[in-house]
């Protein structure tokens, strides 16, 4: 959990300095975001970082460990659910991600000036942050099966963790990118499930910025990935896990 703290810490300290010293037109920010105050905006994202290390990288993390330390055979051969072991796994790596996720919020509100909406929506923002955990831990178990054949789950990672970083709005509007390629941007749930905790916590009328999507078609649009993703990660997985064990690549460290 300390990783999932110091990383997203150290990006809002870079992100404190852009915002305090670089960062002028307010207006033009605003016109897209509806936040006046970039560090309260920026705060929430780079906090949601925890979500990305637990979700979409922990499945593959634990199985890295099990290589490691040479018990991925004795836990692969049993006849025991194989995606109900990576649920359990990566379900204890959510748990702490919220703690982080909280930490980093009090963290924001004690140093970087974070303040929420007089009315903040709880629900909302627990759907939000509920859907874009499911989602993501989807795509974790696709990330999870690759890390049998490819080994270095840390280097996957740190080229997947940057672009999702850069094109999921989390230090900057995604509205800020080049029109052609926003709708990469768009093929992430972060993306959807950010917009969502952003809007349900800073105002009670929501963040009302000219390009500002409407909750219901966030949500729709992340039920929809979710049940599209979900069903694509398991059989994925145990896809992948079967051919290791067939191949030999199962404890191959």
């Known amino acids: 959990m300390g990783y999932s703290v110091a990383g997203p810490l150290f990006a809002l300290l870079t992100s404190w300095v852009i915002g305090s010293r670089v960062l002028s037109n307010v207006s033009y920010f605003q016109s897209l975001t509806g936040s006046s105050s970039y560090l309260t905006w920026v705060v929430i994202g780079f906090a949601f970082q925890s979500f990305i290390f637990s979700a979409a990288f922990g499945g593959a993390q634990a199985i890295r460990g099990e290589q490691e330390h040479g018990t991925a055979e004795l836990v692969f051969i049993t006849p025991a659910n194989k995606v109900a072991w990576l649920i359990g796994k990566m379900a204890a790596d959510q748990t702490f991600s919220l703690i982080g996720f909280s930490i980093l919020l009090a963290l924001g509100g004690l140093f970087f000036g974070l303040t929420l909406g007089p009315t903040p929506n709880i629900p909302l923002a627990a759907l ?34 940057p672009i999702m970083v850069f094109f999921c709005g989390l230090a900057f509007p995604v509205e800020a990118l080049p029109k052609i390629v926003q709708p990469i941007s768009w093929v992430f749930p972060l993306t959807y499930g950010l917009y969502i905790t952003r809007t349900a916590l800073l105002t009670p009328a929501g963040l009302v910025g ?13 039920l929809l990935e979710t049940a599209i993703l979900v069903p694509i990660g398991i059989p994925l997985f145990n896809y992948l ?8 690549a199962l404890s191959g460290y």
């Open 241 to 248: 896990s079967k051919s290791a064990r067939k191949t030999g």
């Open 210 to 222: 000219v390009a500002t999507p409407s909750i219901t078609w966030l949500i729709s649009m992340l």
């Open 128 to 161: 939000g942050i509920l859907l874009t955990m499911l989602s993501l831990s989807a795509f974790g178990m696709v990330f999870a099966g690759i890390t049998f054949l490819a080994k270095r789950e840390d280097q996957l990672g740190q080229v997947l963790w």
